[in-house]
């Protein structure tokens, strides 16, 4: 279940009095209306239903929503269908504009632009990317400073929302015993050290980061010079 579904439940509940009111008194008219009112009321939450239960299958067998680290809740099915709800619509923007242009496919005239994106998807790209970056280097600090010492503590806080997937290096790869002049993984630790230590993304950041890179790819944004 997700938000909205009580108010459905509450519409089929006041249907099916009014229903037994107008079997009373025999009005075919408003048995019809209730018998329609019930009949859409279900539909609908069947249909919200199976957009939460989508969500949370889809997460359990490994496929979590992709911008997923951009929101804090998923979207209710009532905020991805009514855009007079003015609800961000990360789904659609997800599937016209940030798997496209991560495909290198020609994205919706709709993702050009911040303004357009706000227009369409109610979705402030530049100020998410700056509150993403943020969350990246309060991350890699994390990790620096030694608070989240074990590859599990990292994986829960991102799960908890505290923390954001960052460039690392591969598991099993022990950073203490690299050769620091070596060029093995360079550009995860360029990215990795980009964090602790610059303002704002990096190039090499944003390479390995999809989000970014598929604003590079949709010419929203230049990787050299990044405004988050």
Same mark, same amino acid.
């Given at each position: 279940?997700?938000?909205?579904?009580?108010?459905?439940?509450? !519409?089929?509940?006041?249907? =099916?009095?009014?229903?037994? !009111?107008?079997?009373?008194?025999?009005?075919?008219?408003?048995?019809?209306? %209730?018998?329609?009112?019930?009949?859409?009321?279900?539909?609908?939450?069947?249909?919200?239903? *199976?957009?939460?239960?989508?969500?949370?299958?889809?997460?359990? +067998?490994?496929? $979590?929503?992709?911008?997923?680290?951009?929101?804090?809740?998923?979207?209710?099915?009532?905020?991805?269908?009514?855009?007079?709800?003015?609800?961000?619509?990360? !789904?659609?923007?997800?599937?016209?504009?940030?798997? $496209?242009?991560?495909?290198?496919?020609?994205?919706? +005239?709709?993702?050009?632009? $911040?303004?357009?994106?706000?227009?369409?998807?109610?979705?402030?790209?530049?100020?998410?990317?700056?509150?993403?970056?943020?969350?990246?280097?309060?991350?890699?600090?994390?990790?620096?400073?030694?608070?989240?010492?074990?590859?599990?503590?990292?994986? &829960? =806080?991102?799960?908890?929302?505290? %923390?954001?997937?960052? $460039?690392?290096?591969?598991?099993?790869?022990?950073?203490?015993?690299? *050769?620091?002049?070596?060029? &093995?993984?360079?550009?995860?630790?360029?990215?990795?050290?980009?964090?602790?230590? &610059?303002?704002?993304?990096?190039?090499?950041? %944003?390479?390995?980061?999809?989000?970014?890179?598929?604003? !590079?790819?949709?010419?929203?944004?230049?990787? *050299?010079?990044?405004?988050?």
């Amino acid at each position: 279940a997700e938000d909205g579904h009580n108010t459905v439940l509450t !519409v089929y509940i006041v249907a =099916c009095l009014v229903l037994f !009111v107008a079997l009373r008194k025999m009005s075919v008219v408003l048995i019809a209306l %209730c018998l329609l009112v019930m009949l859409g009321s279900q539909v609908y939450a069947s249909q919200k239903f *199976d957009w939460r239960q989508a969500y949370i299958e889809n997460a359990i +067998a490994g496929k $979590p929503f992709p911008l997923e680290e951009m929101i804090t809740t998923y979207p209710t099915f009532e905020q991805h269908m009514f855009k007079f709800l003015k609800a961000p619509d990360w !789904v659609r923007f997800n599937s016209e504009c940030i798997q $496209p242009a991560l495909n290198n496919l020609p994205g919706n +005239a709709d993702c050009k632009t $911040p303004e357009a994106i706000m227009l369409r998807y109610n979705i402030d790209i530049l100020e998410s990317m700056r509150q993403l970056t943020a969350k990246m280097q309060n991350t890699a600090k994390l990790l620096e400073s030694g608070q989240m010492a074990k590859r599990s503590q990292y994986v &829960d =806080c991102i799960a908890q929302k505290n %923390c954001v997937s960052i $460039p690392l290096l591969p598991k099993g790869v022990d950073a203490e015993k690299m *050769d620091p002049m070596s060029k &093995d993984y360079l550009e995860i630790r360029q990215a990795f050290w980009s964090l602790i230590k &610059d303002k704002k993304m990096s190039k090499e950041t %944003c390479n390995l980061t999809p989000m970014c890179r598929a604003l !590079v790819n949709l010419n929203i944004v230049k990787a *050299d010079s990044l405004p988050f």
